[in-house]
């Protein structure tokens, strides 16, 4: 037991030995002692004195010690001499500004000559943050109160349990309640008695915060010698117990993180495909340029994000979000147009001639943003409400940028679908689809469907470079991450179809992530590839095939 002590000691040996000294906070102080009396000993010569007034300070629990204290701590704390008043001063050129430590009143200037610092040691600061700190579980701030517990949870001590104890007894947020709870459980680790510690470990059975396991894990474990750190052989078991199930649930919590970002790189991938699922469906066009347009999104987001910083009030830069939106998927939109227009539609029915064109307008693409943005990364800033997360048990953190892009990439394929099901333009690209000389014949203008849905493909990958905005940086060669992805989700899913691409993005993304840790990032992809590749020697349509004559040419 000796060791397991000396182990925990080791981190914040300074801190957890003067807490040690602090113990009598928990008793009653001498009504004999007041609070000037207690103060007045912090100016002894003697460094044992002091350390005692420190003490009777803490016990006293007078509001007014935490300030006195705290600029002992800071080295500001002095005597002035005419009346061996304690004071907090601060220096102002060759005068020093004197306040009351306690009360903040302002007490004019001193030379000097006027004043004696009193000096601090490391053992007074140790015992100095001990006292404040176990005041601070009675203050009333409650993030004082919480910062105290983290303190305590992080340097635990037989010292502190009583004050947890009674700082519980007054606890009303529940939150902070358990904390404490924990925080006393980690106290009673240290114990001699060998029931307080199963108590406390019985407490954090169902904790998964790594100090908690560091702790627990260390009572399973051996010094150089081969002596157990805990010599109780029923502690050492249930705390053996207790670590394969916090093994067990961080296995869990983990895989929930890897779901979490494979679902958020699935709906990335899933708005970048989308649109090259609607142009390859309908017009038959392999579209190299796709990426650049997932880039000419992003950069679009970058200016719209800058021209909200330069010229409207900073209370309005969280809107700059919205606006970019519907920005990008114009200038995207315009530009495929105007690509379909200028080159793709003299390229129809001569697949290769058409890849090639579509990847050298994607190297003009990108050296034009070079020229024009440079070729370092831009930054573009998450909205206040996009920032943060939410943390499970301590071991995950679900980001809210990443699920507001889940939640706005479902968004977009359902505006799609609404769009292709009760639109005319939607009617014209699905009548296309299945059979382009009946819908000629008909009367429908093939090239202006053309057009218009090589325009919305371009258009909802710009949109998808608004998304990758939010979870990264902006570059030139942004799209090219993306393009390769996005072709195996088409091909996977099904060429035309949405559920199709919805399916494959969402369950690439998901193996992706679970991939990755185990194979790495470059296997982990090979092995997908590998993957579609003997998937589509056995269904060659995807999963969801194309319906109508087309689809069975």
């Known amino acids: 037991m000796r060791h397991f002590y000396n182990y925990f000691s080791r981190p914040a040996s300074v801190f957890l030995l003067l807490l040690a000294m602090a113990a009598p906070l928990q008793a009653a102080p001498s009504e004999a002692v007041s609070f000037e009396t207690a103060a007045a000993g912090l100016a002894s010569s003697s460094y044992s004195d002091r350390m005692e007034a420190i003490k009777t300070l803490g016990a006293l629990g007078d509001p007014r010690a935490p300030g006195l204290l705290g600029s002992m701590l800071e080295s500001r704390l002095y005597r002035r001499v005419s009346d061996d008043r304690l004071v907090d001063a601060r220096r102002e050129g060759s005068a020093y500004l004197l306040s009351d430590p306690s009360t903040g009143e302002s007490l004019g200037e001193a030379g000097s000559r006027d004043i004696r610092k009193i000096m601090v040691n490391n053992s007074l600061r140790g015992a100095i943050r001990a006292v404040l700190s176990r005041m601070d579980l009675f203050s009333e701030d409650l993030e004082r109160r919480r910062a105290a517990v983290e303190a305590a949870t992080g340097y635990p001590s037989n010292e502190m349990a009583g004050s947890l104890v009674q ?254 099901r009760y639109t005319a333009l939607g009617l014209q690209m699905r009548a296309v689809t299945q059979n382009r000389e009946m819908a000629s014949a008909m009367g429908i203008k093939t090239g202006r469907v053309d057009y218009l849905t090589f325009g919305l493909g371009s258009a909802i990958a710009g949109v998808a470079g608004v998304a990758l905005s939010q979870i990264g940086n902006v570059s030139p060669n942004l799209g090219q991450s993306y393009i390769i992805d996005s072709f195996m989700v088409v091909v996977f899913g099904g060429v035309g179809s949405l559920w199709g691409t919805l399916t494959g993005a969402m369950s690439l993304g998901v193996i992706n992530k679970f991939l990755e840790p185990v194979a790495g990032a470059v296997l982990g992809k090979i092995l997908v590839l590998v993957f579609i590749i003997i998937f589509i020697q056995r269904r060659p349509r995807g999963l969801f095939a194309m319906s109508g004559r087309a689809a069975e040419d």
């Open 167 to 420: 700082a519980l007894a007054n606890e009303d947020d529940a939150d902070l309640k358990a904390a404490m709870e924990i925080a006393l459980a980690t106290s009673r680790l240290l114990s001699t008695d060998a029931a307080t510690r199963l108590a406390g470990l019985e407490t954090l059975s169902e904790t998964t915060s790594s100090e908690v396991r560091s702790m627990v894990s260390r009572l399973t474990e051996t010094d150089a010698d081969g002596e157990f750190y805990e010599p109780d052989p029923r502690v050492r078991g249930v705390a053996a117990g207790i670590m394969a199930n916090m093994e067990t649930r961080m296995r869990m919590l983990e895989n929930v993180g890897k779901l979490y970002q494979g679902l958020s790189l699935g709906s990335v991938l899933l708005i970048a495909a989308v649109g090259l699922a609607i142009t390859f469906g309908v017009m038959g066009v392999i579209n190299m340029a796709h990426g650049e347009m997932i880039m000419l999104g992003a950069y679009s987001t970058f200016v719209v994000q800058e021209l909200f910083r330069d010229y409207l009030p900073a209370d309005l830069f969280y809107l700059y979000l919205p606006v970019a939106v519907p920005v990008a998927f114009l200038v995207t939109g315009l530009v495929g147009i105007a690509l379909e227009r200028g080159i793709i539609r003299f390229l129809y029915g001569r697949p290769l001639e058409t890849l090639l064109a579509t990847w050298g307008v994607s190297l003009v693409l990108q050296q034009a943003v070079r020229t024009v943005f440079g070729a370092p990364n831009r930054a573009v800033e998450n909205p206040f409400w996009m920032t943060g997360g939410f943390e499970l048990a301590g071991v995950v953190t679900l980001t809210w940028n990443r699920l507001v892009v889940i939640a706005f990439a479902l968004a977009v394929l359902a505006a799609l679908g609404l769009l292709l």
